[in-house]
């Protein structure tokens, strides 16, 4: 990576939607070097993905969360259970574990029948020998990296 594709990440952190020729305009490139370099970033992994980011102010409260902590049954071959968890929108967060727990999964959906229907498929998953799920009743403190990154520092 270099100073330019740099840029281009900044951007689109800062707006995932803008143009491609905003983009290019902004980074003093043509349109179509910009693309070339996004497709590039998104083959090396270094832009694995668009989201929506929703403000505190205008979370309505409308998520449902869970942890599931996954049992898997081979914790050194278990990449299957990984590769399908990664498929899954509503995953937000899966976490490799030490201890009694292989993973560590958390759950944001729009309604408990729908966090329901995320469980059973995980509990059925080849490769899963158990599950066990605890549902957020609320949230008390939210950091997000960024926000902690900026409490740091001086």
């Known amino acids: 990576m ?15 939607r803008i143009s491609h020729a905003e983009l290019a305009h902004r980074v ?6 910009v693309r070339q370099r ?4 998104e083959r090396q992994g270094h832009i694995r993905g668009y989201t929506i ?32 968890l990664k498929r899954i929108p509503e995953v937000v967060i899966c976490e490799v574990l030490s201890g009694d727990f292989d993973l560590m999964v958390r759950l944001e959906a729009r ?25 957020a009743l609320s949230r008390v403190i939210n950091r997000s990296r960024k926000a902690r990154s900026e409490e740091s520092e001086p």
Request: hydrophobic fraction near 45%.
């Open 53 to 84: 980011v929703r403000d505190e102010d205008s979370d309505t409260g409308d998520f449902v969360s869970a942890l599931v902590l996954v049992y898997r049954q081979d914790r050194m071959r278990g990449g299957e259970v990984l590769a399908a």
């Open 28 to 33: 003093l490139l043509s349109r179509n070097a």
């Open 2 to 16: 270099d100073a330019i594709d740099e840029k281009i990440i900044a951007e689109l952190s800062r707006n995932a």
């Open 111 to 135: 309604s408990l029948e729908r966090i329901r229907g995320i469980w059973e498929d995980i509990a059925q998953m080849p490769g899963v020998s158990d599950t066990v799920t605890a549902f």
């Open 38 to 41: 996004i497709d590039r970033l």
